[in-house]
Nanobody, 117 residues
């Protein structure tokens, strides 16, 4: 079973960087497509980045393309989201998720990212 735990959130000034991590204590990490989502106050949760099971293919929402980079280390059972050039509108709770049978079925508890100007 997949069990996800995010870490690395915090507060940062606009223009700064943060690195989020997602660790999976389950046994099937390397076979799951993974993704990052975020939810800002008063808004619906939105997809921001995805990565294939092998890690070779990534895709991003237009709002973060060129600023965020998603990567994974299957040997360690971890996924990362490197966030640069952060903006106040990036403020949200960030979640990692694992896909199974084409749907994101497993979710972490979320980590808060706050960007202040």
């Amino acid at each position: 079973q997949v069990q996800l735990v995010e870490s690395g959130g915090g507060s940062v000034q606009a223009g700064g960087s943060l690195r989020l991590s997602c660790a999976d204590s389950g046994r099937t990490f390397s076979s799951n497509r993974m993704g990052w989502f975020r939810q800002a106050p008063g808004k619906e949760r939105e997809f921001i980045a995805g990565i294939s099971a092998s890690g070779r293919i990534t895709n991003y929402a237009d709002s973060v393309k060129g600023r965020f980079t998603c990567s994974r280390d299957n040997a360690k059972g971890t996924m990362a989201l490197q966030m640069s050039s952060l903006k106040p509108e990036d403020t949200a709770i960030y979640y990692c998720a694992a896909s199974t049978m084409g749907q994101y079925a497993y979710w972490g508890q979320g980590t808060q990212v706050t960007v202040f100007s």
